[in-house]
Nanobody, 125 residues
């Protein structure tokens, strides 16, 4: 499956942004989906994950209450709605697809089989 992330850009602190990740070449509703990010000088970290039909969602503590992950299986797309952005949220954001869709592993990058190219989000203070 191929993943194409989009929606990144420059945003002021306190602002919002919605990222999209369009999937092609596979059966989208068979994949658990996740968002990860990698900030300057940092390791890649889990941001949010969502189950096959969207009934279960998971968030890193750092974004809980500010970010919302969702998916539209009819459009083969997963979204990350971000509110209350902070300079610490500056990173390249990656979407990823997990064939096994095992929820207990949703926060681990090693669980994912396919990755998008990343989209840059820069939050200015």
């Amino acid at each position: 499956v191929q993943l194409q992330a989009s929606g990144g850009g420059l945003v002021q602190a306190g602002g919002s942004r919605r990222l999209s990740c369009a999937a092609s070449g596979g059966t989208f509703n068979r994949y658990g989906m996740g968002w990860f990010r990698q900030g300057p000088g940092k390791e890649r970290e889990f941001v949010a994950g969502i189950s096959l039909r969207g009934g279960s969602t998971y968030y890193a503590n750092s974004v809980k209450g500010r970010f919302t992950i969702s998916r539209d299986n009819a459009k083969n797309t997963v979204y990350l709605q971000m509110y209350g952005l902070e300079p610490e949220d500056t990173a390249v954001y990656y979407c990823a697809a997990d064939r096994s869709a095992i929820l207990s592993r949703i926060q681990y990058a090693s669980a994912y089989d396919y990755w998008g190219q990343g989209t840059q989000v820069t939050v200015s203070s």
